[in-house]
């Protein structure tokens, strides 16, 4: 899934707060909204690396004004570190006005809570 | 004063019933609006319980926060059973009454509640380009 050349214009970022490490090895998946419909269609399926990222989430083509949506598989991720949590999933849903912008969007996670900004 | 009224409450019946069920509510909510520091009143926001057998949302109450951007009366303790939940704030709009755009149209919190016979605390403590949430008490 990641890309050679130029930078996804979407990143993210996952930090699990509780353990002061990254959100390694999270599933997550980006989509659009069709504006026409309102259904959701997968953009991206990724995982996250050793220090909580995926790189490539999206092209500069592919990045069109939009609402979009981040899912990550948080309660599967906690799981495999053999915790329960109160979150099975996150989604965060942004709208993206003007793609020739840099979007970053993490998200800071601990079993029992979770909190996300945008970046840059 | 707008409250949120549970959806199994007789609204033909005293006031004092639909209070009583408002106070004892197992899950409650509190927006906070930090861009300026103040409760978020009059945000929308919507309960709804997952349907195992049908992967299908089920609206429980929808209602609006009060002043202090709280919503008394989410849920009764009767309806209260263990599953899978979402709290929809319609943040978006909330910020567009203010003149304001944001970054997020709405924000939904998917949480699993296990033990309903806990208290479960629910927060959205938001600006225009950032929210976080927390399991309280």
Redesign the interface.
Same mark, same amino acid.
């Given at each position: 899934m990641s890309m050679a050349g130029p930078v996804s214009p979407l990143s993210t970022h996952v930090l699990n707060t509780a353990m002061g490490v990254p959100g390694s090895n999270m599933s997550l998946s980006l989509h659009r909204q069709d504006p026409s419909t309102e259904a959701w269609s997968l953009i991206t399926t990724g995982t996250t690396n050793e220090d909580g990222r995926c790189p490539g989430l999206i092209s500069k083509q592919m990045f069109v004004p939009g609402?979009y949506k981040m899912r990550f598989e948080t309660?599967q991720y906690w799981e495999t570190i053999g915790e329960s !949590?109160?979150?099975?999933?996150?989604? &965060?849903?942004? &709208?993206i006005k003007d793609p020739g912008q840099r979007y970053h969007v993490p998200l800071?996670l601990s079993r029992? !809570?979770? !909190?996300?900004?945008?970046g840059s | 004063m707008t409250e949120c009224v549970p959806s199994n409450t007789d609204l033909s019946t005293p006031v004092h019933q639909t209070m009583a069920a408002a106070e004892s509510s197992p899950l409650t909510t509190h927006v906070l609006n930090t861009g300026d520091g103040v409760p978020a009143a009059r945000m929308a926001l919507s309960l709804h319980r997952l349907d195992t057998n049908t992967m299908i949302w089920n609206m429980l109450n929808v209602g609006t926060t009060d002043q202090d951007g709280r919503c008394p009366g989410l849920i009764s303790r009767d309806a209260f059973t263990s599953g899978t939940y979402k709290l929809r704030f319609e943040t978006g709009q909330y910020w567009k009454s203010l003149g304001q755009t944001s970054f997020y149209p709405y924000a939904e919190v998917v949480f699993t509640i296990s033990d309903p016979q806990q208290r479960f605390h629910i927060p959205l403590i938001m600006s225009r380009f950032s929210y976080s949430t927390y399991r309280g008490s």
């Amino acid at each position: 899934m990641s890309m050679a050349g130029p930078v996804s214009p979407l990143s993210t970022h996952v930090l699990n707060t509780a353990m002061g490490v990254p959100g390694s090895n999270m599933s997550l998946s980006l989509h659009r909204q069709d504006p026409s419909t309102e259904a959701w269609s997968l953009i991206t399926t990724g995982t996250t690396n050793e220090d909580g990222r995926c790189p490539g989430l999206i092209s500069k083509q592919m990045f069109v004004p939009g609402v979009y949506k981040m899912r990550f598989e948080t309660g599967q991720y906690w799981e495999t570190i053999g915790e329960s !949590s109160f979150y099975p999933y996150v989604e &965060i849903v942004f &709208i993206i006005k003007d793609p020739g912008q840099r979007y970053h969007v993490p998200l800071l996670l601990s079993r029992f !809570s979770y !909190s996300t900004y945008r970046g840059s | 004063m707008t409250e949120c009224v549970p959806s199994n409450t007789d609204l033909s019946t005293p006031v004092h019933q639909t209070m009583a069920a408002a106070e004892s509510s197992p899950l409650t909510t509190h927006v906070l609006n930090t861009g300026d520091g103040v409760p978020a009143a009059r945000m929308a926001l919507s309960l709804h319980r997952l349907d195992t057998n049908t992967m299908i949302w089920n609206m429980l109450n929808v209602g609006t926060t009060d002043q202090d951007g709280r919503c008394p009366g989410l849920i009764s303790r009767d309806a209260f059973t263990s599953g899978t939940y979402k709290l929809r704030f319609e943040t978006g709009q909330y910020w567009k009454s203010l003149g304001q755009t944001s970054f997020y149209p709405y924000a939904e919190v998917v949480f699993t509640i296990s033990d309903p016979q806990q208290r479960f605390h629910i927060p959205l403590i938001m600006s225009r380009f950032s929210y976080s949430t927390y399991r309280g008490s």
